[in-house]
């Protein structure tokens, strides 16, 4: 199986601008949780979608907003930039439903490195 | 609320030499725990996973975590460290009924020569 693939890998923006970051799940998976990874914060929870609808959120600005297709598919976007969001963006996908069957695990892509200049 | 402190952010150990990455929870229920490791330049690999079901859980690469309920500790361990484990350690504990992970600061191992 094709694990996650996250596009694209390295992105460079300038502040004020809005970015999408595209991620697709391992075939079979309904769940797509994005993460931010910084220096100073770690790694921080976004939110996850399930189904098209979104399940959880985190403690991010509105800025932050993403959104699932039909097919599982998940885009993340930033709007209105700034440096703070600088990052390597996580996704990872899991089968979905609860969490309490040993086989639901999350599995994370590669990430995309946003740079905002 | 649920959460995991890693102790120590770097950690160094000649090859050969047990690693030994400490990890402990707070949760008010039975937490789901998981080990994650991440390359340079690459995301998160899972190592292992505690559900539950034994206490002793072995992962990929030779790791091995033990649940101490007593401690709530979950440490990861590996007998004899090799070169190519250099790299950065994550613990994390699943909110109950969600895919929501709340990891730990990290801990970034070096191996020596």
């Known amino acids: 199986k094709a694990g996650v693939t996250q596009t694209p890998r390295y992105l460079i923006k300038t502040r004020g601008q809005q970015v999408t970051l595209s991620c697709s799940p391992i075939s079979g998976h309904r769940s797509v949780s994005w993460y931010q990874q910084t220096p100073g914060q770690g790694l921080q929870f976004l939110f996850e979608?399930?189904?098209?609808?979104?399940?959880n959120k985190g403690n991010f600005p509105g800025r932050f907003s993403g959104r699932q297709f039909s097919n599982s598919r998940s885009e993340m976007n930033v709007s209105t930039l700034e440096l703070g969001d600088s990052a390597l963006y996580l996704c990872?996908?899991?089968?979905?439903?609860?969490?309490?069957?040993?086989?639901?695990?999350?599995?994370f892509g590669p990430g995309t490195r946003l740079t905002v200049l | 609320a649920q959460s995991v402190t890693q102790l120590g952010s770097h950690v160094s150990v000649s090859e050969g030499a047990l690693v030994l990455l400490r990890c402990n929870y707070s949760s008010s229920v039975p937490p789901y725990l998981f080990w994650y490791v991440q390359y340079p330049n690459q995301g998160l690999q899972l190592l292992l996973k505690?559900?539950?079901?034994?206490?002793l859980v072995k992962g990929i690469n030779g790791f091995e975590a033990e649940f101490k309920k007593s401690e709530t500790s979950f440490h990861l361990t590996k007998p004899s460290a090799h070169m190519s484990d250099a790299a950065e350690y994550f613990c994390?504990?699943?909110?109950?009924?969600?895919?929501?992970?709340?990891f730990g600061t990290g801990t970034r191992l070096q191996v020596f020569p």
């Open positions: 990872a996908s899991s089968s979905g439903g609860v969490i309490e069957t040993s086989t639901d695990t999350q599995y």
């Open positions: 505690y559900t539950s079901a034994a206490t």
């Open positions: 979608y399930f189904s098209e609808t979104q399940r």
């Open positions: 994390a504990v699943s909110v109950l009924n969600t895919d929501k992970l709340i």
